[in-house]
T-cell receptor
């Protein structure tokens, strides 16, 4: 069964701490995404990547950065966590749209981050 | 940018039919997706429409009208396990990212 695995299901951090959220997929997908999900706001795209070492800003990149050193791994970094970054973070991956014609996302189970 | 609207919450009775509407305004369009998300779980793919018309998959159907910027997800013969959030998402013409609506929480009552 294909999988997107997020390293931490629940995290509690303090304001100002550096936070790493890790995501690994075993499907050899080209595309990887980081979303955050908040009540009433739905899923909002933070960053995405089409290939190794490539990254593009999504709709809400401020306060975040990403790293994609290997095809299977996409990391989300909060350089200095703030309370407004308390949220559910969802990682997803998909095949290149040129190959499939439809970019169906496979999601991880999510990482719930609380910043105190 | 893209604007995607869907109702916040709907309630229906077991065995009934529920229709979840989604309207979108986009500068480009390359397909519309529906995902199901149970509480505390990852969203899972339900359907994809890129051409106008109805796509049927068992108890679930999805409809698209590109000229009206409108889609709906139809859930028939509702079961208790269908209680979940249903997410409408649109793919831009360029690139592979999806933009999601706020989600519709469906509560199925006995």
């Amino acid at each position: 069964d294909v999988k997107v695995t997020q390293s931490s299901r629940y995290l509690v951090k303090r304001t100002g701490e550096k936070v790493f959220l890790e995501c690994v997929q075993d499907m050899d997908h080209e595309n990887m995404f980081w979303y955050r999900q908040d009540p009433g706001l739905g899923l909002r795209l933070i960053y995405f990547s089409y290939d190794v070492k490539m990254k593009e800003k999504g709709d809400i990149p401020e306060g975040y950065s990403v790293s994609r050193e290997k095809k299977e791994r996409f990391s989300l970094i909060l350089e200095s966590a703030s309370t407004n970054q308390t949220s559910m973070y969802l990682c997803a991956s998909s095949l290149s749209q040129e190959l499939t014609g439809a970019n169906v996302l496979t999601f991880g189970a999510g990482s719930r981050l609380t910043v105190l | 940018g893209q604007n995607i609207d869907q109702p916040t919450e709907m309630t229906a009775t077991e065995g009934a039919i529920v229709q979840i509407n989604c309207t979108y305004q986009t500068s480009g369009f390359n397909g519309l997706f529906w995902y199901q998300q149970h509480a505390g779980e990852a969203p899972t793919f339900l359907s994809y429409n890129v051409l106008d018309g109805l796509e049927e998959k068992g108890r679930f159907s999805s409809f698209l009208s590109r000229s009206k910027g409108y889609s709906y997800l139809l859930l028939k013969e509702l079961q208790m396990k269908d209680s979940a959030s249903y997410l409408c998402a649109v793919s831009e013409a360029a690139g592979n990212k999806l933009t999601f609506g706020g989600g519709t929480r469906v509560l199925v009552k006995p």
